[in-house]
Each structure stands twice: as structure tokens, then as C-alpha cells.
């Protein structure tokens, strides 16, 4: 099994993060459709970023 790149890595951890932030933006601004999309950002780039578990818990969250 190949190794994730340190590229591919970095991607997935800026992809996490504006996962974040564009959750938290549709969460104060009431925006669902937004929200939605970070959270499906968030598990992508946990995934992308090597992170399983974490990419796992981030989908069973509300």
C-alpha cells in the first residue's frame, strides 16, 4: 500500500479546515446548505488527510 504524499496530506488538512469554518459560518448564520458542505469538506479532507478515524467521526456528527 502506498503512503499518502506530504502534498496530498497538506490538501486534505486545508480542505478540513475550511470545512470547519464554512460549517461554523452556516451554524451563526442559519445557512444549512453551507453548513452541509463543510461538514461533507471536513470528512473529505480528513480522508485526503491520512486522518480515518477522525474523517469517521466528523461524519456521524450532527
Known amino acids: 500500500m502506498l503512503g499518502l ?3 496530498d496530506k ?3 488538512k486545508t480542505q ?3 470545512g ?3 460549517s461554523a459560518v452556516g451554524t451563526i448564520t442559519g445557512d ?3 453548513k452541509k458542505e463543510g ?3 471536513k ?3 480528513g480522508v485526503r488527510s491520512g486522518d480515518l ?3 469517521v467521526k466528523d461524519a456521524k456528527k450532527n
Open 5 to 7: 504524499s506530504a502534498c
Open 10 to 12: 497538506d490538501a486534505g
Open 16 to 18: 478540513k479546515t475550511t
Open 20 to 22: 470547519k469554518v464554512e
Open 32 to 34: 444549512k446548505e453551507l
Open 39 to 41: 461538514k461533507k469538506d
Open 43 to 45: 470528512v473529505v479532507g
Open 53 to 55: 478515524e477522525g474523517a
